[in-house]
Each structure stands twice: as structure tokens, then as C-alpha cells.
């Protein structure tokens, strides 16, 4: 999985997932710009990554600011050959029937809508360049229903479905679509959870254990890179076996 001379924008790229995934993008050749909400903590993922890494703040809910980070990583880095669109809010536990509706559209528009304005902004340069690779992070709710969250649960089914349809739609043009599901990884919101809370999930995973932000960030890479050049419009779960699992 060699990226000289790739270009992979990665969102919600200053924690967890996603800036372990643009951390070993970078460290397999990759130029990575870096989208979040926060410059702090953007330049300090950029020094700890190193390399041409660049950054560009933005709430992707905002489609002004996500289109003007996007044309900034292409002023910075150069065309675009990847997007890992990876940001992402929960949306809060709530009963379907006192689901606030702000909180409601929020959430379509932060996991859902920015996924597609972002797939939508860079597919132009992809199509000229006849090749490219968009990769989106769902979630074990893109696949189950989930009680007590129905704006997430609906819009991580929508990120899946958006993703076929890009994957079928760009295949003529040599580029490419898939959707990483992740299962229980421990990043810095699972950590907060009690352990004996933690103890209680890993115990119901197959494996018996949580997985890690860089396994996960292993199979982005992949998928992200040329040597999955065979493969478009799949889900592919990091989880442990949880999907396949009837305990769950």
C-alpha cells in the first residue's frame, strides 16, 4: 500500500479514527489534509504526523465551509485522488417519540448531507483525472437498527446507500466507493465509558476485546489504496465478528 504521490483528504481527521488512519496514510507516502473543527488541534496532529500534512478548519454540517476547505487542501496539496470522509456526530439517545427534530436534521446533515456535498465537490477532478477513491465511515448501524437513536441509525443506512450508488454511478470513470464499518473501537468516547460498562461490551464481541483505532485504520488504507483497485460499493466491517454474531 504505497500513496507517493497521492493526495487523500481525510474529515474528522484530528482524533480517533481519523487521525490514526491519516497517520499511517502519511506514513505510507501519502500527502493528507487534515479537516476538523478545531486549529488547535489540527496543528497539533499535523506536527505529530509530520510529512506534507496540511489542515483546513471546518464543521462539515456547514456546506460553505466544508466546500472552502476542500478548494484550500487542493491549493495546499494538489488534486484530490482520495476522500475519507470520516466526521461524524451520534446524534444523543432519545425516544423516537420525543426525538427533537433540530437534533434530528442535524445529524442527516453533519453524517449524511456533508458526506455527499464533500463526495459531490471532489468527483469533478476525479472524473478528469479518470480515477480516484472515496471511502466513508458507516457504522454497525448501517446494517441493524439501533432503539433510542433514529437519526443516527438512519443516517448511517443513508451513508451505505449513498455509497453504493456513487460506487455504481463512478465506476466507468475509474473510480471507486466503499463504506468501513466499524464496530466497538476503543477511541477516546469509548474510553470515557465506566470500565465495568466496557467490560460488559467487549464481553459480548466475538473476539472478547474492543478493537483499536489503527486496526481499523489498516483496512481504510487498504481500501483507500491501489491494491484494493477490484473493489467498489462493499461494506466492510471492523468489528470483531459482532455483525455475524446472534449474541448480539
Excluded at 502519511?26 to 493528507?32: C, F, H, I, L, T
Excluded at 488547535?40 to 505529530?48: G, I, M, Y
Excluded at 454497525?140 to 456513487?166: C, D, E, F, Q, W
Excluded at 466507468?172 to 466507493?177: F, L, Q, S, T, Y
Amino acid at each position: 500500500m504505497d500513496f507517493h504521490g497521492q493526495h487523500i483528504v481525510v474529515t474528522g481527521a484530528s482524533s480517533g479514527i481519523g487521525l490514526v488512519t491519516a497517520g499511517l496514510l502519511a506514513a505510507r507516502g501519502a500527502r493528507v489534509t487534515l479537516i476538523a473543527r478545531r486549529a488547535d488541534k489540527l496543528e497539533e496532529a499535523r506536527q505529530a504526523i509530520g510529512g506534507r500534512t496540511a489542515w483546513a478548519v471546518a464543521d462539515v454540517g456547514d456546506k460553505a465551509q466544508l466546500d472552502a476547505a476542500l478548494d484550500a487542501a487542493v491549493h495546499q496539496n494538489g488534486p484530490i485522488h482520495g476522500l475519507f470522509a470520516n466526521a461524524g456526530m451520534t446524534g444523543g439517545f432519545t425516544p423516537a417519540v420525543a426525538f427533537d427534530s433540530d437534533v434530528f436534521e442535524q445529524t442527516l446533515r453533519v453524517n449524511l448531507t456533508s458526506v455527499f456535498w464533500a463526495i459531490q465537490k471532489v468527483l469533478p477532478g476525479m472524473i478528469e483525472a479518470q480515477g480516484g477513491v472515496i471511502l466513508v465511515t458507516g457504522s454497525m448501524s448501517s446494517k441493524r437498527g439501533m432503539a433510542m437513536n433514529p437519526a443516527y441509525v438512519a443516517s448511517k443506512h443513508g451513508v451505505l446507500g449513498l455509497t453504493r450508488a456513487i460506487a455504481v454511478e463512478m465506476a466507468p470513470h475509474g473510480i471507486r466507493a466503499n463504506c468501513v464499518i466499524p464496530g466497538f473501537i476503543r477511541t477516546e468516547a469509548l474510553d470515557r465509558i465506566p470500565p465495568e460498562q466496557q467490560g460488559k461490551i467487549a464481553g459480548r464481541i466475538p473476539q472478547r476485546r474492543m478493537g483499536t483505532p489503527m486496526e481499523l485504520a489498516e483496512v481504510a488504507a487498504f481500501l483507500l489504496s491501489d491494491a484494493a483497485s477490484h473493489v467498489t460499493g462493499q461494506d466492510w466491517a471492523v468489528d470483531g465478528g459482532v455483525l455475524e454474531s446472534i449474541e448480539v
